[in-house]
């Protein structure tokens, strides 16, 4: 199994990033404008649709607000990996910035690098979504 971890410093509180991030109906849409250009949510499931056409269908698996860590899997949608588990958790780094950890597992392993640089765009326009907060 491919494991993907990638992380960013936001010069945003961990409260602030956290208030867009962790939530699971809104928050790619909030955290990466333009990058998602659309966020329907139902229940536990949303779906994601990306600028260059992509579709995801995620399941909610957790939201811990005291870690400030939201968890959820791809279960469906244009990409369908065999296994799939992503969490993003806000770490404080100093008192106006923090440090965002994007973690995800993906089965097949040939799905990693597509992903991979998937989520290190979508990295770029968080981070600069979030800084100007």
């Known amino acids: 199994m491919a494991s993907i971890s990638i992380e960013v410093v936001i010069e945003s509180s961990a409260d602030d990033v956290w208030k867009v991030i962790g939530e699971f109906a809104t928050g790619p849409s909030r955290m990466a404008p333009g990058f998602v250009v659309d966020t329907q949510a139902e229940g536990d499931y949303r779906t994601v649709t990306f600028a260059d056409g992509t579709v995801v269908r995620e399941r909610?698996?957790?939201?811990?607000?005291?870690?400030?860590?939201?968890?959820?899997?791809?279960?469906?949608?244009?990409?369908?990996?065999?296994?799939?588990?992503?969490?993003?958790?806000?770490?404080p780094d100093g008192?106006?910035?923090?440090?965002?950890?994007?973690?995800?597992?993906?089965?097949?392993?040939?799905?990693?690098?597509?992903?991979?640089?998937?989520?290190?765009?979508?990295?770029?326009?968080?981070?600069?979504?979030?800084?100007?907060?």
């Open 95 to 133: 008192e106006r910035r923090c440090r965002l950890v994007w973690t995800r597992d993906v089965l097949p392993d040939r799905l990693a690098a597509p992903i991979a640089e998937s989520m290190t765009r979508g990295l770029d326009v968080i981070k600069r979504t979030l800084d100007a907060r």
């Open 60 to 91: 909610r698996i957790g939201v811990d607000d005291d870690a400030r860590r939201i968890a959820y899997s791809i279960v469906g949608g244009s990409v369908e990996p065999e296994h799939d588990n992503a969490s993003m958790q806000a770490f």
